[in-house]
């Protein structure tokens, strides 16, 4: 099993940018896909960005095309989330996830293909 501890939230102007970290501890090696969603009160959980560690393929969601990247450190067992010209709806609480079954391509941001869940960080964009 994987455990997944975020860090790097807190409060930003618009325009100004942030960088999410998640470490993984336990039996890495059985995870194929990480990634970052993101979740506002009464809306569904949405994949923002993700990244195939074997291959270090990353996908991202329409709405941070652009301005997120996401990558990661083997030697760490961690990925990142960099944040830039973020904007209020940006605000929500960051969720890591991993899996050691993800398919392929796009499914890699869907909330369901995903067994294994961070606490969250919040991210708070002031206008």
């Known amino acids: 099993q994987v455990e997944l501890v975020e860090s790097g939230g807190g409060a930003v102007q618009a325009g100004g940018s942030l960088r999410l970290s998640c470490t993984a501890v336990g039996d890495i090696l059985r995870a194929n896909c990480m990634a970052w969603f993101r979740q506002t009160p009464g809306k569904e959980r949405e994949g923002v960005a993700a990244i195939y560690l074997g291959g270090n393929n990353p996908y991202y969601g329409d709405t941070v095309k652009g301005r997120f990247f996401i990558s990661q450190d083997k030697a760490k067992n961690t990925i990142y989330l960099q944040m830039n010209t973020l904007k209020p709806e940006d605000t929500a609480m960051y969720y890591c996830?991993?899996?050691?079954?993800?398919?392929?391509?796009?499914?890699?941001?869907?909330?369901?293909?995903?067994?294994?869940w961070g606490q969250g960080t919040q991210v708070t964009v002031s206008s």
């Open positions: 996830a991993a899996d050691s079954n993800v398919g392929g391509l796009w499914r890699a941001l869907l909330r369901s293909e995903y067994n294994y």
